[in-house]
T-cell receptor, first 114, second 115 residues
Framework: EPEVTQTPSHQVTQMGQEVILRCVPI?????FYWYRQILGQKVEFLVS????????KSEIFDDQFSVERPDGSNFTLKIRSTKLEDSAMYFC????????????FGPGTRLLVL | AQKITQTQPGMFVQEKEAVTLDCTYD???????LFWYKQPSSGEMIFLIY??????QNATEGRYSLNFQKARKSANLVISASQLGDSAMYFC????????????FGSGTQLTVLP
């Protein structure tokens, strides 16, 4: 069964460093998403991406964040200058279409900023 | 106001019994979708079941069913014949509007299945 994959599974970085989180969505899916979950808290939407551009973003997704689909398979989230409060689990998700289509989540990348 | 409310931080159920996890939602949009996800201790988010606001019947997927009460704005998850592997965090989520894509999640319910 096709699934969303994410690398790395864990990342430790120093405050102020740039990190890139990578995702390979399900191959026939057209919409891609990033969510984050701070430890012990609810899952929060960051951004959705379709047709090589951002379609929605939350107030969390500020100028420190960017997303890119550098090739036909990868979807990346870049955090330019990490802060302590960026420590969280980051989930990539994809769906066939937008709207009511089910979003399938990857296993997550646990980011720890020291 | 919270868009998704899960009032049970923790629930216990005996193996092989049924359990209901509560979820209430708040939206003024007539078009919305409700989702349930399972998060085991390993951390991944597993899709369980979906209910659209215009669906006439309650959704079912194997041992999972959704008790959708539109007038009460509730979308409770029912797990029948609980198994030890059902022990996990369960999140209710909502997508508002016909074209919106972002999901808004509740705070989750930690379910523990007892042998």
């Amino acid at each position: 069964e096709p699934e969303v994959t994410q690398t790395p599974s864990h990342q430790v970085t120093q405050m102020g460093q740039e990190v890139i989180l990578r995702c390979v969505p399900i191959s026939n899916h057209l919409y891609f998403y990033w969510y984050r979950q701070i430890l012990g808290q609810k899952v929060e939407f960051l951004v959705s991406f379709y047709n090589n551009e951002i379609s929605e973003k939350s107030e969390i997704f500020d100028d420190q964040f960017s997303v890119e689909r550098p090739d036909g398979s990868n979807f990346t989230l870049k955090i330019r200058s990490t802060k302590l409060e960026d420590s969280a689990m980051y989930f990539c998700a994809s769906s066939v279409a937008g709207g009511g289509e089910t979003q399938y989540f990857g296993p997550g990348t646990r980011l720890l900023v020291l | 106001a919270q868009k998704i409310t899960q009032t049970q931080p923790g629930m216990f159920v005996q193996e092989k019994e049924a359990v209901t996890l509560d979820c209430t939602y708040d939206t003024s949009d007539p078009s919305y979708g409700l989702f349930w996800y399972k998060q085991p201790s390993s951390g991944e988010m597993i899709f369980l079941i979906y209910q659209g606001s215009y669906d006439q019947q309650n959704a079912t997927e194997g041992r999972y069913s959704l008790n959708f009460q539109k007038a009460r704005k509730s979308a409770n998850l029912v797990i029948s014949a609980s198994q030890l592997g059902d022990s996990a965090m369960y999140f209710c989520a909502m997508r508002e509007g016909s074209y919106a894509r972002q999901l808004t999640f509740g705070s989750g319910t930690q379910l523990t299945v007892l042998p």
